[in-house]
């Protein structure tokens, strides 16, 4: 499959991308009946505010802040190193007790303890830099996030992923590949009021002692192996904004339910009061 592209030519407007995701569940419905013995996953979401934008990890875009090379291989016992190496700093200021042994993933399958992923979870909610891809099970939620601080005059992109509708994964060896990570975890309350889950895309090569794994970029998965990762990305008309937010807020999600903090109380006061009753105020300048 591959990524797939709706809105390329002209936005779509957020009435048609509901009826898109209706035939999202469709497909899920339909596999499950003809494929009662396969596991299969509801689609995620990912929203992002600016449809040029690629898919890029927090990791990502800290190490290359201006332009991304083609390509790129972070060295994944090289970051593991550097998370060690703070668990003190977070065990001594915030009372947690990780591990100081958290090892690195030994492929790019296999070695995701669920130690391994409370800490990871842990540092992609409060602002560290990792590897992984944040999703929402909730198309709604997918939704805030790409309309929240999306500009007027800019559309939004809400990607879809689901890694579950294909029967089985080929691929050679050194290829980029996407995996999901499970949700179920002790980690930030962010995490279950987002409905986060989690993905990564690694890569391999060589064997035993020479072997070497990397953090890939999600797009250079799609594109090596299309056939491994179904996921489409969704162009929304950003003049819809304010509709759309309104919609969110009155099914009960906005900054302050999704976040939790006072700072987002204030962000959803201001939304509700002023953002959304612009109309109300007088804005002419003499």
């Known amino acids: ?5 709706k809105g390329k030519e002209k936005a779509i407007s957020w009435g048609e991308f509901e009826s898109e995701v209706d035939l999202l569940k469709k497909i899920v419905t339909k596999t499950v009946k003809e ?6 996953q509801e689609w995620l979401f990912r929203g992002q505010s600016d449809s040029q934008w690629g898919l890029k990890t927090s990791l990502e875009r800290y190490l290359f802040p201006q332009k991304q090379p083609e390509n790129i291989e972070i060295d994944v ?3 593991f190193q550097q998370v060690r190496s ?10 947690r007790k990780y591990e100081r042994t958290i090892l690195a993933p030994d492929s790019r399958n296999t070695g995701w303890s669920l130690s391994t992923l409370e800490l990871l979870y842990y540092l992609r909610h409060h602002g560290f830099p990792t590897p992984l891809l944040d999703w929402s099970r909730s198309y709604l ?3 805030f996030f790409a309309f929240q601080s999306a500009r007027d005059d800019c559309d939004v992109a809400i990607y879809a992923y689901n890694e579950t509708l294909i029967k089985s994964r080929g691929g050679w060896v050194g290829e980029a590949q996407i995996n999901t990570l499970g949700p ?8 279950y009021l987002q409905q986060s889950e989690y993905t990564v895309c690694m890569s391999e090569k060589g064997r ?6 990397s953090f890939r970029n999600h797009e250079d998965a799609v594109k090596e192996n299309p056939a491994d990762h179904p996921m489409v990305k969704y162009i929304i008309d950003g003049k819809e904004k304010n509709s759309v ?10 900054a302050y339910t999704l976040f939790g903090s006072e700072e987002s109380l204030m962000n959803m006061l201001a939304f509700r009061e002023i953002a959304s009753r612009r109309d109300y105020f007088s804005l002419e300048i003499e």
């Open 1 to 5: 499959m591959g990524l797939e592209i």
């Open 35 to 40: 494929e009662p013995d396969q596991y299969v």
């Open 77 to 79: 016992g090289v970051y």
């Open 86 to 95: 703070i668990i003190p700093a977070l065990n001594s200021l915030t009372g």
């Open 141 to 143: 939620v997918a939704a």
């Open 184 to 191: 179920y975890v002790e980690t930030h309350r962010r995490h």
């Open 208 to 213: 035993n002692s020479e072997k070497t794994i």
């Open 245 to 254: 937010l309104k919609k969110l807020d009155e099914a009960n999600i906005n």
